[in-house]
């Protein structure tokens, strides 16, 4: 990875781009323009300046393939770019790729004229495949850990942003070891139950991070309505639901081999499809209620979800096996 002064004005790293389009033009004359250019770099968006060369806005790929040629870029053009001053940081540069999920942004002058553009390649020793989703997912954590590189925290500010985290870890697992305690008599009488507590806790941890990723989409892309939100969770519901039975009847199956019973077998896989959808339930509100009180669920909703995913997990299922076993 290079690396780079992130104090440095975005101008120094300005990229030129030969996909500036004029807004006066229709998409037909728009299209001409394009063919007689020699376009080398990665075509990334299509920028349209007026005539004094200030940027008006961005049309995409599929405007430009499909929409009537005789239309102006002024009306198929998005208008709310966005956009960096040349006199921005680096650093400034990065948390809004990061922030905006872009893949490169105009930069302007003092007088709105468009400079060029800084794309995310800036940061990435190999280059990047647009047309791959899962690796434009990628690309943005990459830029994420790249920029908390770059920010230079002492040593004790660093402990002091983590450590509360850590500790809300360690009171999630002391709670669980108290939660045990008060179970000792169902855990002795059936150790199959213990052993299988890590998968259990597992499987929770891993639905409730999932479901608290979803959360975080819907939070960041705040222009969906209520409707579209409900809708999100729903499906996301039914998902969950299909993960839970899966999970829970194939441990509970593979339990048998222990040659303890039956019913402890079914305890487990009544406990696991029980712990994953409060698990999820947990990991999808939790991100919804910060956000809500104004709070960045980004930071804080992973060790919460975490803490409550363990605690309640481990209440539900050793509850559930006293109730059934004894």
């Not at 468009?114 to 791959?132: K, N, P």
């Not at 070891?177 to 059936?190: D, M, N, P, Q």
């Not at 696991?272 to 509100?285: D, F, R, W, Y």
Request: glycine letters at 6%; a neutral charge.
């Amino acid at each position: 990875m290079t690396h780079y002064d992130y104090s440095r004005s975005v101008k120094d790293f300005v990229r030129e781009v030969h996909t500036v389009l004029c807004a006066d033009h229709t998409i037909e004359e728009a299209i001409a323009s394009l063919r007689h250019r020699k376009i080398d770099e990665k075509i990334i968006y299509f920028y349209v300046i007026d005539d004094e060369g200030r940027l008006k806005g961005v049309v995409s790929t599929r405007s430009l393939l499909l929409k009537d040629p005789q239309l102006s870029l002024e009306k198929v053009m998005e208008k709310n770019v966005v956009c960096l001053r040349e006199n921005q940081t680096l650093e400034e540069a990065m948390e809004v790729l990061s922030k905006h999920h872009l893949l490169a942004i105009p930069v302007v002058d003092g007088k709105q004229r468009f400079v060029g553009v800084i794309d995310v390649q800036l940061y990435l020793e190999e280059s990047v495949e647009i047309a791959d989703a899962r690796h434009s997912s990628d690309v943005f954590q990459i830029l994420g850990l790249t920029l908390e590189e770059g920010r230079k925290h002492t040593s004790w500010k660093n402990y002091r942003i983590r450590m509360p985290w850590i500790l809300c870890n360690m009171a999630g697992g002391l709670a669980c070891a108290v939660v045990s305690r008060f179970y000792s008599e169902v855990l002795g009488k059936f150790l199959l139950l213990a052993m299988f507590i890590p998968l259990v806790l597992t499987l929770s941890e891993s639905i409730s991070m999932q479901s608290m990723t979803q959360s975080l989409h819907i939070v960041r892309h705040q222009k969906h309505s209520w409707h579209r939100v409900f809708q999100r969770i729903f499906v996301e519901g039914k998902m969950v639901i299909l993960l839970s039975v899966t999970s829970g009847v194939a441990v509970g199956l593979l339990s048998l081999l222990w040659g303890s019973g039956f019913l402890p077998s079914a305890t487990i896989a009544v406990g696991i499809i029980a712990s994953i959808s409060v698990s999820a339930s947990i990991g999808a509100s939790i991100p919804l209620l910060l956000h809500a009180k104004k709070l960045d669920p980004k930071v804080a909703s992973g060790p919460v979800v975490l803490m409550l995913a363990d605690v309640i997990t481990t209440s539900l299922y050793l509850s559930l096996a006293t109730w059934w076993l004894l």
